[in-house]
């Protein structure tokens, strides 16, 4: 239950940043449209959050004669972990990199790039779908999936305020409407990928761990990371940054503006607690 209570509580404070910045740009009736705009997101975030996500990237579902190797081993790791067969995509980029998405085990959908089967042997190839189905284990996806959905629109409306800026609170206090988009423009992406930073870093270690468990061997995982993270810096992915914590690394290369709100611990780290006293 403690995911369900996360997933509520971060939807309501995204609804919550979304009605200040209704407020903020349109006064009480900027409250009213952003609220009914929260109750339509709040809903297609819980149940449509994975084929938003999917859609996003171009994701097309694979079958088993498509990707045999991808099918066998899935279906090796979720009879081990007691888990339902997910819908398996592939995402047409070149960047190598993969996520999970969807509400639930019995919802679940395994993303993976056409870079990343190219750049991984089946061992690491191994050691990465067992990370992400770690995650639909344990039940991350609802609450990563819910968080790019929601982030995503917030983004939006950041980017939307600076073309149909609608004024102060109200007609005779417009003086503010400066300042609210100035503030919506500059917090709300911030809030936004702080709130997503916040719930990922720890769910990507506990991954890792489940995972290497599943799979029976830290090393495929650790090695897979190691070259994901090279990987990604020369091919950084053309990724929205709302869903970057969905991925299994991040797909941003070099220090920009999003390497400070960061959704992935350091791959380094990573690695030293898969292996743990293996290393010594």
């Known amino acids: 239950m403690t995911n369900y209570f ?11 940043l979304i009605l200040v910045i209704g407020e903020l740009l349109g006064g009480s009736q900027g409250l009213i449209l952003a609220l009914g705009f929260a109750a339509l997101l709040n809903f297609a975030s819980y149940f449509y959050s994975d084929k938003i996500a999917l859609a996003m990237y171009g994701a097309k579902q694979l079958s088993r004669d498509q990707a045999p190797e991808v099918f066998a081993i899935i279906e090796n790791l979720v009879a081990r972990a007691g888990l339902p067969m997910p819908r398996v995509y592939l995402i047409p980029s070149p960047a190598p990199n993969a996520f999970a998405t969807g509400r639930n ?3 679940a959908a395994v993303a993976v790039t056409e ?4 750049l991984l042997n089946r061992e690491e190839l ?3 779908l067992a990370h992400e189905l770690a995650h639909v284990k344990n039940r991350d996806i609802l609450i990563a999936s819910v968080a790019a959905t929601m ?3 917030i983004m939006m409306l950041a980017r939307l305020a600076i073309f149909f800026p609608m004024g102060g609170r109200d007609d005779e206090n417009r003086g503010g409407g400066a300042l609210g988009l100035l503030l919506t423009m500059i917090l709300a992406p911030i809030a936004a990928l702080m709130i997503q930073m916040a719930i990922s870093r720890s769910r990507e270690y506990g991954a890792d761990a489940t995972g290497a468990r599943l799979s029976g061997n830290p090393y495929g995982l650790a090695n897979a990371l190691r070259k994901l993270q090279e990987g990604n810096k020369r091919i950084p992915m053309d990724a929205n940054p709302a869903t970057s914590h969905l991925f299994i690394a991040k797909p941003f290369s070099g220090r920009t503006l999003m390497s400070l709100f960061s959704t992935h611990p350091p791959m380094e780290k990573r690695i ?7 290393m010594a």
Request: hydrophobic content about 40%.
């Open 105 to 107: 085990p019995q919802h």
């Open 272 to 278: 030293e607690r898969l292996l743990g006293s293996r």
């Open 6 to 16: 996360k997933t509520a509580l971060l939807l309501g404070l995204m609804t919550g």
């Open 115 to 118: 870079g990343i089967l190219r």
């Open 151 to 153: 982030a995503g629109a």
């Open 126 to 128: 191994e050691g990465v």
